[in-house]
């Protein structure tokens, strides 16, 4: 069970959003579940749990400072395809795929979304 309800990015640009985050959460079998009203999409396994949207009080979307948005990859390969897709798909690098230090298997990815969120896969299976 997740500790989260949800967790929502806002963007400034939905259709570009869209593409981006079909693109680089379907390596994790993650996939739209709906419109978050007029403003958003829903996205998720096999409930709502992120969502994109435009921010509610009109004001443009920013990115926060230290900030991070990590999904759980189920193996390195799909940490690779999650950043492949988004270079492929708007996003920026900030760190290429490969081993991290915090535990002996760990192995992720860092990008920036279109918006300039940043976000992170990381797998934890020694392959």
Excluded: C, W
């Amino acid at each position: 069970m997740s500790i989260f309800s949800h967790v929502a990015l806002g963007t400034n640009d939905l259709a570009k959003a869209q593409k981006f985050y079909d693109a680089v959460l379907a390596p994790f079998g993650i996939t739209q579940k709906g419109p978050y009203g007029d403003n958003g999409t829903l996205y998720g396994k096999d409930s709502p749990e992120f969502i994109i949207t435009k921010p509610g009080n009109g004001e443009p979307a920013t990115h926060a400072n230290g900030g991070t948005i990590a999904f759980l990859a189920p193996d390195r390969a799909s940490v690779r395809a999650f950043y492949e897709a988004a270079l492929e798909n708007g996003g920026t690098q900030e760190f290429a795929p490969g081993p991290r230090s915090f535990t002996p298997t760990a192995y992720a990815a860092y990008v920036r979304d279109p918006d300039g969120n940043k976000l992170t896969a990381y797998s934890f299976k020694d392959e």
